[in-house]
């Protein structure tokens, strides 16, 4: 069982940063593949970034490549992501979410663990 807690949203102006951070708690293992995905008013959730906890591989949506970076602290168990040049289309609530085993994958059905989410605004 993981328990996964996000932090760090909140309400930015187009151009601007946030860094939001997921605490994983519970049994985490060196195998594990973290990710966040968000999910927009009268949209389907969809996948932005993953990490892998062992290797720091990652990988990211196309739309994100180049202002989003993830990272992560394997001593503190928390995953990051590093959001910068936000535009309002990434408005959204960003979850945080385990996949059990390798490799990084991009679909919802394949991560166990979800955290409760945290919303971020971008105005224009």
């Known amino acids: 069982q993981v328990q996964l807690v996000e932090s760090g949203g909140g309400l930015v102006q187009a151009g601007g940063s946030l860094r939001l951070s997921c605490a994983a708690s519970?049994?985490?293992?060196?195998?594990?593949?973290m990710g966040w995905f968000r999910q927009a008013p009268g949209k389907e959730r969809e996948f932005v970034a993953a990490?892998?906890?062992?290797?720091?591989?990652?990988y990211y949506r196309d739309s994100v490549k180049g202002r989003f970076t993830i990272s992560r602290d394997n001593a503190k168990n928390t995953v990051y992501l590093q959001m910068n040049s936000l535009k309002p289309e990434d408005t959204a609530v960003y979850y945080c979410?385990?996949?059990?085993?390798?490799?990084?994958?991009?679909?919802?059905?394949?991560?166990?663990?979800w955290g409760q989410g945290t919303q971020v605004t971008v105005s224009s």
């Open positions: 519970g049994r985490v293992l060196s195998s594990y593949v």
């Open positions: 979410a385990t996949r059990i085993v390798p490799p990084i994958a991009t679909m919802t059905y394949e991560y166990r663990y």
């Open positions: 990490i892998t906890w062992s290797g720091g591989d990652t």
